[in-house]
């Protein structure tokens, strides 16, 4: 197995080195009246633990904050907010928000007509510079009002929310001057939000696909030779057109772009600032919705700030409710770049069993290896418990590196592979479409979790990394060049093995149907022949392909579209458990096929999850307990856990500790070329091996 040595030979040392283990608070996460003041809110914070303040200002919130005097106004103070954090609390970093591309404006329809009222217009963004806006495949400009139906909570009654195209030079160039200025402030760093083409918002706003200005269309003509029809585009969405598609690949261009273009101007004004991106998009539609890739933002920003609504309340979190975040939260860390990622999501406060939740919670996100931010309400303030943040961030000060090392890779000979252009061009924006490329990854990764199987995901942009590991699962690879093929191809040949379900390679890059699989050679079967409820297993080279298409001769159905269609793992879903059950079963029948033993083996129940790491002179395995764990429970119930971790060649292991999560340590020496691992578990515990060799 190669995996050792490449990723060894391969780490990439995230920048800023302070972004790693960050412990983010706000200086308005405590409740109105108990504490005096900006300044006393960012004292206690610090106190509490927090080494990053996230901040807001006029340059957060006011569109008229793109211009002076408010612009210097807003400059000045948070000059002064900087250099009291650095010179107050050496060591700790100070950020402030904005959101270019969304800009909310409070008193604008007071009457709650859903218009701008009479004497409101100069407050009015929308009708102030009308041009900015983004433009839907309808015509429409993406201006909003807190009368209309459907509107988030963060659009007020009284409200006007508008969404800016990114490709109006006008706009573009005072808020790339805007971010310049910033950084000429001392801020350590900008958090930026929603970098986003609104596809939907409100009842009334849905499948939208800006953007249709005319600065959008101008630029997308030039780049791409293609013609866009004027809004309304009523023949617009058209799959089989390829300027459609053209269109939906240019789209993401654009958002990275601008971000591009952005951290640029934060390094003119002062090269040591950082641009942190938030973003919600997952492995899912949203991303082709909205033209923003997770996959993009490591060549355009320092930090990702990745944002879950995860297990919320308890009475509303199933057991694959939990599953289902840590598979959201590996796939975003396998694919951040190996730079310094934080996770922004919610525990509700106030709840009896908030502190059992927020504990939960809080292992799910260390043993992931995010950044720790956790408000206890919708917004971006608040705290779940106040005692209990303030005893993890003084726990993480003391043993963060166990978690935050920059070196730190899933140590796997399992790859899974994540196909963007599957997902752009099959689901194609669709929750509910014919194609569910977005259940299948996510129930592939469910029930490799459940099943103890490491893996780490790769993408379908980096296929010779397939030669790393001994087994590469594709669920639903569908999309796929003739280039990518013959990675595929070599990969075999040299003895991989491929473990592939439903018609992977059956369409090209962008989605155009084939007469036959890409792979039929691969597969050992042509489209023609394929049958219903059979395993595929072909020998190609030094290699081997295991293959199934589907259970059903209608739709396609396969172990890890069943498994998650009954795990239900969305708000108010009834999980069949029995039924993810037999599916899982199913999944396992076929991993046995590929002859490929995992790196590690265990008795623990599937509850448990074991995520082994990598790093120079360190083999560690974090379990996450969720066995026990349903609605309404967010108490795991505990467990021995027994386990034999095969070590990478000729890697011997020197000594051992045990970390019990907010816990102590316990010394331990462990030596072999297998490792057998006997532990208490209950919320989450770390195995940490020294290795030599």
């Not at 004027?230 to 690949?249: E, L, S, T």
């Not at 890779?409 to 963007?420: D, G, H, I, M, T």
Request: hydrophobic share 40%; net charge negative.
């Amino acid at each position: 197995m190669l995996l050792v040595w490449s990723l060894l030979s391969s780490v990439a040392w995230g920048q800023p080195d302070w972004a790693w283990g960050a412990r983010i608070a706000t200086p308005w996460d405590y409740p109105e009246g108990t504490v005096d003041g900006w300044e006393e809110g960012v004292d206690r914070a610090v106190a509490d633990g927090a080494n990053v303040i996230l901040d807001w200002h006029a340059v957060s919130d006011h569109w008229q904050a793109l211009y002076d005097p408010l612009l210097s106004r807003s400059l000045e103070e948070l000059a002064r907010r900087a250099r009291y954090v650095h010179t107050r609390h050496p060591g700790v970093r100070y950020l402030v928000y904005v959101a270019p591309l969304e800009y909310v404006t409070p008193d604008v329809d007071l009457d709650l007509d859903g218009k701008v009222d009479p004497g409101a217009e100069s407050k009015s963004l929308a009708l102030q510079r009308l041009d900015w806006l983004q433009v839907g495949i309808d015509g429409r400009k993406a201006a909003f009002y807190g009368a209309y139906p459907g509107m988030p909570f963060w659009v007020c009654e009284t409200c006007e929310d508008v969404w800016l195209t990114p490709a109006n030079p006008q706009f573009r160039a005072l808020a790339l001057e805007q971010a310049r200025r910033i950084a000429a402030t001392g801020v350590d760093g900008v958090w930026l939000d929603v970098p986003f083409l609104r596809f939907e918002f409100g009842e009334d706003w849905q499948e939208q696909w800006p953007s249709f200005d005319l600065f959008s269309i101008r630029s997308f003509e030039a780049e791409t030779g293609h013609r866009v029809p004027r809004p309304p585009a009523g023949r617009w969405p058209d799959w089989g057109d390829p300027a459609w598609r053209a269109f939906v690949r240019w789209r993401y261009s654009l958002i990275s772009g601008f971000l591009a273009d952005y951290r640029a101007a934060l390094r003119a004004g002062n090269p040591g600032t950082a641009l942190i991106v938030e973003t919600s998009v997952g492995p899912d539609v949203t991303a082709t919705q909205q033209g923003s890739s997770t996959l993009d933002l490591p060549g355009v920003c320092d930090v990702t700030a990745h944002e879950h609504d995860g297990p919320w309340r308890s009475a509303e979190a199933t057991y694959y409710t939990w599953l289902r975040f840590i598979a959201d939260l590996l796939f975003w860390r396998h694919t951040d770049g190996g730079r310094p990622a934080w996770l922004l999501s919610y525990v509700k406060a106030g709840e009896p069993d908030t502190v059992d939740m927020a504990r939960l919670h809080a292992a799910v996100v260390l043993a992931s290896g995010f950044g720790y931010y956790t408000p206890g309400n919708e917004t971006m303030s608040g705290v779940p418990e106040a005692a209990f943040r303030r005893e993890l961030f003084h726990w993480l000060a003391r043993e963060g590196g166990t978690y935050y090392h920059p070196g730190w890779r899933p140590y796997a000979n399992v790859a899974l592979v994540y196909s963007q252009q599957t997902l752009d061009f099959l689901d194609r924006g669709s929750w509910a479409g014919d194609f569910s490329y977005h259940d299948a990854f996510a129930g592939m990764a469910m029930m490799l979790l459940e099943s103890h199987i490491p893996f780490r995901v790769i993408t379908d942009r980096e296929l010779e990394r397939l030669f790393e590991y001994d087994l590469a699962i594709m669920p639903m690879f569908s999309a796929m060049s003739e280039g990518q093929a013959r990675l595929i191809r070599d990969y075999l040949a040299r003895g991989g093995t491929v473990l592939a379900t439903g018609p992977v390679s059956l369409y090209d890059p962008e989605g155009v149907e084939l007469s036959d699989f890409r792979l039929a050679d691969v597969l050992g079967v042509h489209r023609w022949e394929v049958e219903v409820d059979r395993v595929y297993v072909n020998r190609y080279g030094a290699g081997k392909a295991v293959f199934f298409w589907s259970w059903d001769s209608d739709w396609i159905v396969t172990p890890e579209l069943d498994y998650f269609w009954a795990a239900e793992p969305w708000p108010g879903g009834r999980p069949d458990a029995r039924r993810a059950e037999s599916a899982r079963e199913s999944f396992l029948e076929l991993f046995a096929r590929s002859g490929v033993e995992p790196v590690l083996t265990t008795s623990a129940p599937r509850g448990v999850v074991l995520l082994p790491y990598l790093r120079e002179g360190r083999l560690s395995l974090r379990a996450v307990n969720f066995h026990g764990v349903g609605r309404g429970d967010p108490v795991p119930t505990p467990v021995e856990v027994q386990l034999t971790l095969v070590l990478p060649p000729r890697l011997a292991v020197t000594g051992e500790r045990t970390l019990e999560f907010l816990g102590g340590v316990e010394q331990g020496t462990v030596r072999g070329a297998e490792v057998e691992l006997d532990f208490p578990l209950q919320v989450h515990t770390v195995v940490e091996l020294w290795t030599a060799g």
